[in-house]
T-cell receptor, first 115, second 110 residues
């Protein structure tokens, strides 16, 4: 199957700092990538849809100025959590849409802890 | 009402047992349906797509009832390695966006 990587796999940062998470599709080109967030014992919640070469589409309730998304190439999307707060601590997972319609491949996730 | 609802469990079953999970979805316009499994602290992995006619993949059988907006997953001859959280996933308003249920936790006991 298709491979999607994320970096870093975990990160601890101080309140007020910014953290960048990378999502890469390693063996296919993805014009669309998705960013999700998962709190403990809850489902994955879609945060935004990232489209190569254009602005991301954010879900209701997700602050676009706080969660900056850049999809500069067909294999890389980045999510920057700006001015992180402890409540931003979560498991952030990206997925890349494969050339097969409706099929998404997930990255291994990034566990963010804000102290 | 949640868009995708699942019984959270946990389901604790002995090895070799048959276990069934159910899921209901609220968006009648949904066209794509999936079951994913998620191991603890890992990303979800696609288990199988769900088709209107029902489909089977080894020990796993998925059924879809569009009229009732209901999806099921049956696991036969449970293995220890089946222990995981099973996520019911439906495409949302946008055909390409997925909506996840909160998952049903399964533990297969020796």
């Amino acid at each position: 199957g298709a491979v999607v990587s994320q970096h870093p796999s975990w990160v601890i940062c101080k309140s007020g700092t910014s953290v960048k998470i990378e999502c890469r599709s390693l063996d296919f080109q993805a014009t669309t990538m998705f960013w999700y967030r998962q709190f403990p014992k809850q489902s994955l919640m879609l945060m935004a849809t990232s489209n190569e070469g254009s602005k991301a589409t954010y879900e209701q309730g997700v602050e676009k100025d706080k969660f900056l998304i850049n999809h500069a190439s067909l294999t890389l999307s980045t999510l920057t959590v700006t001015s992180a707060h402890p409540e931003d601590s979560s498991f952030y997972i990206c997925s890349a849409e494969s050339p097969r319609v409706y099929e998404q491949y997930f990255g291994p996730g990034t566990r963010l802890t804000v102290t | 009402r949640k868009e995708v609802e699942q019984d959270p469990g946990p389901f604790n079953v002995p090895e070799g047992a048959t276990v069934a999970f159910n899921c209901t979805y609220s968006n009648s316009a949904s066209q794509s349906f999936f079951w994913y499994r998620q191991d603890c602290r890992k990303e979800p992995k696609l288990l199988m797509s769900v088709y209107s006619s029902g489909n089977e993949d080894g020990r796993f059988t998925a059924q879809l009832n569009r009229a009732s907006q209901y999806i099921s997953l049956l696991i036969r001859d449970s293995k220890l390695s089946d222990s995981a959280t099973y996520l019911c996933v439906v495409n949302g308003d946008s055909a390409r966006q997925l909506t996840f249920g909160s998952g049903t936790q399964l533990t297969v006991l020796p």
